[in-house]
């Protein structure tokens, strides 16, 4: 077997609902959306930013005879340690890539044929077998663990007992490409950190800017204890893109103490708008401490939605002016039409001189009149002792400041007369680059002065620009280097990105910065950035002939910003962990080359005939994800002796080492038995949870690795046709979020459900196998999601536990979404910040729509988003062609019954 090398590993795997995954229309990362259709940390993942039930009992059904069986081949690898391997496949189940909505049917329709052999058809992608696969004829390829002389079958009544004495399902970790990411200051935590950095003549602090609006300061020591807080801003956080966004110092801010802050906000100081962003100066206290009365607003800007905010500010090297970055206004597709307008900020990098000579008034606001005394009492301090005016403080309505006025904010800050619209002429005096969609995170290299630039993509492309100088970047007429939508396109006058990559690799470009660092010299002038979704992190270079090329070199989920400190070390910050990592030598990369064959991974007895090795045991879900009709067997290998942990209303805590197992079947037309299409692995890595897929040859005698995901068209034996979605790692991490706990199907309402093959409970089974630690109670008193099929269980509970299957990986508090609301079954209706709340991320042509509008299913935007296969509005984004009708029917029954939101 070749072994690969880390950076082939990394990138073919391109290792990935805010913001983030699962987006509303908007991208998929973390402060992104993610709702339904992209995913960015401008737009989700967060923005950013399901199961059926299998039919006829047909899902993981082994019986005790069949066990038995596998237990005459036993587990011949040696007892691995705690680091050892992962868990199946990509998909809310546990294993599967994103199923979406719950369905009663077993057995899927289908959609074209497609050459079966392992190699891709036609105007597919490259082959995803590593290898030719053995002609259908052949003998079955050697398992990679040999038969043990003997070894106990397990119990009859538990098929978790015995425990086994070793482990042979199990995955290497993966290989480095030299450098690795780990927690830094371990004292320290950070809430939804957005930004890390230092300022200039503090070479002993860091920064770091937390999303709810709080700046804190700390020595640059990994001892650290405590962090000071530096500042604290009121900020508006309805959607998860929105809040403090953006801090940067002034060039000169030794010695005069001033910096910059960009943040949402809402009431009168948006003129009117319902939101919109605000960029403000502040000045410096004391050392650790800024003048939070010192605040004068530079400028507020209207956006139309809660998603697609921008919000990076930096100073360049060279001309020391602020740039200061702006999405679209948000929704999905730029729907007003911003990014190709120049007579508005949207969509653009503007270029401030904020030192400069102020120029005539900018946007509209509304004030109070200055009559009340300075400092006032809190309503009316937000001016300065010397203003003319003063901006209304958030949440008060200027009763106490006398009569409202409303009068452009004067322009604070000057035009640089390098501005492409200096004049104002053709376009707004403050732009320098525009065409971008939601410009998240930039940073200049400063050695050559370039702006470097991640831009979230839609639904396709993620891109980086290099910014030398002021242009039209193309958003929304092309994506990437692509027609946005479809056809032909203008190229001429458009700048294109220096870097693409599809959803197969990510779907929310964290931006980053040129390395010019001493630790790590092999990255010396490469350009470091990340994904949001995937949790990616690559290293692009530029090639002799002026091409770009990106080296995987690491991974950190939901990873949102990176920084440095004084002596260039580099500092990531994420929604992970305790929120700062730092980037540094890893150790020399394992050896041991990862399986390319499913027969090489131990987790099979006999592979051709799909008998999973003694250590692999069975477990089924109580409503699966729906995955167009396939029906699934699913289980798992832990390491020996180790447990798992129970959680009440989580995802429970699998130990480093397992490995989640799930088989995907359907009637293929003109075979005789069920097709394995494809056999997906999640495991639990020492860097975390990471999927993998292997798809079967036409023989159904092996598996092949599948890197980067693959499409296939099926004819099924009900003369319909499949369209099947072979996923890629980055694919699974987008709903196998870190807020869910990952392992999906791995919590108390999914596993309260008899166990396969036998009568027993499978909780109950797994405590009295000693495999789950802490559950409070038997199964008949922990809460459960209802049968799918049960047409007698309670339409509420039914409907519930669809959105939370479908949707609560990503919509739940710290879900990577822009959509702010919580899909899990155990919040209360009201408190799901759904019923009767209208959407913020676009109507989808709805009249008077509400994301789920009690009686009126048809104005319900959820339901809608679930009823659409066809475009980025779907929901669950990815992964399914076909409606579940079972899933969408009784969200609807439940919408069309609900008398209020109580």
Not at 228 to 239: E, H, I, P, S, T
Not at 482 to 504: F, N, S
Not at 722 to 735: F, G, I, Q
Request: hydrophobic residues 40%; aromatic residues 8%; charged residues 25%.
């Amino acid at each position: 077997m070749k072994r690969r090398t880390a950076a082939r590993w990394l990138g073919g795997l391109g290792l990935a609902c805010a913001l983030f995954g699962c987006d509303d229309g908007g991208d998929g990362a973390p402060v992104g959306d993610a709702t339904v259709g992209d995913a960015a940390v401008g737009d989700a993942v967060v923005d950013p930013d399901g199961g059926r039930a299998d039919a006829g009992g047909r899902d993981a059904a082994l019986t005790a005879d069949a066990l038995a069986a596998d237990a005459l081949t036993a587990d011949a690898a040696p007892a691995p340690d705690a680091s050892a391997p992962p868990d199946a496949g990509p998909g809310p189940d546990d294993a599967a890539i994103t199923d979406a909505t719950p369905s009663v049917d077993a057995r899927p329709p289908a959609d074209a044929a497609a050459p079966l052999d392992g190699t891709p058809p036609p105007d597919a992608d490259p082959p995803l077998d590593v290898g030719p696969p053995p002609p259908a004829d052949a003998a079955p390829p050697v398992d990679a663990a040999p038969p043990p002389d003997a070894a106990p079958p397990p119990d009859p009544d538990n098929p978790y007992l015995p425990r086994p004495a070793a482990q042979t399902c199990r995955l290497p970790e993966q290989p480095n490409a030299g450098v690795a990411i780990e927690p830094a200051f371990p004292n320290l935590r950070f809430d939804r950190p957005i930004q890390v950095g230092a300022a200039p003549g503090d070479a002993d602090t860091l920064f770091v800017v937390e999303q709810g609006g709080r700046v804190r300061a700390f020595d640059d020591d990994p001892d650290v204890a405590a962090a000071d807080l530096f500042l604290q801003v009121g900020v508006l956080r309805d959607g998860s893109e929105e809040g403090l966004l953006g801090l940067a110092f002034h060039p000169d801010y030794a010695d005069n103490g001033r910096f910059f802050v960009y943040y949402s906000s809402t009431g009168p100081v948006c003129g009117g708008a319902a939101r919109c962003s605000v960029l403000s100066e502040f000045a410096r206290a004391a050392p650790r401490r800024a003048d939070d009365a010192s605040e004068r607003v530079l400028m507020v800007v209207p956006q139309p939605y809660s998603n697609h905010n921008g919000g990076a500010l930096a100073f360049g090297p060279a001309d020391g002016l602020l740039y200061v970055s702006l999405g679209d206004g948000g929704s999905g597709g730029d729907p007003d039409g911003n990014g190709q307008n120049t007579a508005t900020l949207l969509g653009a990098i503007l270029r401030l001189d904020v030192d400069g000579e102020p120029g005539p008034g900018g946007e509209p606001v509304e004030l109070c009149a200055d009559t009340c005394a300075w400092p006032g009492d809190g309503a009316c301090d937000d001016g300065g002792a010397d203003s003319t005016f003063d901006v209304c403080a958030l949440g008060t309505d200027c009763a106490d400041c006398g009569p409202r006025v409303m009068d452009p904010l004067p322009r604070a800050y000057g035009i640089p007369p390098g501005n492409p619209f200096a004049d104002g002429v053709d376009g707004r005096p403050e732009l320098w680059a525009w065409g971008l969609r939601n410009p998240w995170r930039m940073a200049f290299d400063r050695v050559t002065g370039d702006l470097w630039v991640g831009d979230v993509g839609q639904s396709s492309f993620e891109e980086i620009d290099r910014i030398t100088a002021p242009g039209n970047f193309g958003w929304n007429i092309r994506e990437g280097f692509e027609c946005y939508r479809g056809g032909d396109c203008r190229a001429a006058g458009l700048v294109p990105p220096v870097h693409v990559y599809g959803r197969r690799e990510g779907v929310s470009v964290t931006g980053g910065l040129v390395y010019r660092g001493a630790a790590l010299p092999e990255l010396a002038g490469a350009y470091l950035f990340g994904d949001y979704g995937s949790g990616t992190v690559w290293a692009l270079r530029e090639g002799p002939a002026g091409d770009y090329a990106a080296e995987a070199v690491a991974r950190l989920g939901q990873v949102t910003s990176f920084g440095e400190d004084a002596r260039g070390n580099v500092y990531l910050t994420a929604f992970t962990g305790r929120g700062l990592h730092r980037l540094v030598r890893a150790p020399a990369p394992d050896a041991e080359p990862f399986p390319e064959r499913l027969s090489d991974t131990g987790c099979f007895a006999d592979t051709a005939a799909h008998r999973v090795a003694p250590s692999v045991r069975p477990f089924t879900v109580r409503r699966p994800f729906w995955s167009d009709g396939a029906r699934k067997e699913r289980y798992v290998a832990l390491p020996v002796g180790a447990s798992v942990a129970f959680t009440a209303d989580g995802g429970w805590d699998l130990p480093v080492g397992a490995v989640l197992i799930k088989s995907f079947f359907v009637d293929e037309a003109g075979r005789d038995t069920e097709r394995r299409l494809e056999t997906r692995l999640f495991a639990r890595h020492a860097d975390g949870w990471r999927g993998y897929t292997w798809r079967w040859n036409d023989a159904q005698t092996d598996a092949f690795l599948v890197e980067g995901g693959r499409d296939e068209v099926i004819e099924l034996a009900d003369g319909t046709t499949l369209s099947w979605r072979y996923p890629s790692s980055a694919e699974c991490a987008r709903c196998h979020t870190d807020a869910a706990g990952e392992a999906l199907g791995w919590r108390t309402r999914q596993m309260n459900v008899a166990a396969p093959g036998v009568a027993g409970n499978q909780i109950d089974l797994l405590v009295a196998a000693g495999v789950l630690e802490g559950a409070p109670g038997p199964a008949a008193e922990l809460p459960a999601h209802p049968d799918p099929a049960d047409a007698d269980a309670d339409l509420t509970a039914q409907a519930r536990a669809a959105l939370d299957v479908n949707c609560a990986y990503c919509h739940r508090p710290d879900g990577p979404t822009n959509a702010a609301f919580d899909l899990r079954a155990a919040a209360p209706l009201a408190a799901t910040g759904v019923c009767d709340v209208p959407p913020v991320q676009g109507d989808l042509g709805l009249d008077d729509a509400r994301l789920v509008a009690p009686g009126a299913p048809d104005r319900s935007v959820i339901l809608e988003r679930m009823q659409r296969r066809d475009d980025a509005a779907m929901m669950p984004p990815l992964a399914t062609t076909r409606v579940d009708p079972v899933a969408t029917g009784q969200v609807r029954a439940w919408i069309e019954a609900l008398g209020g939101c109580e």
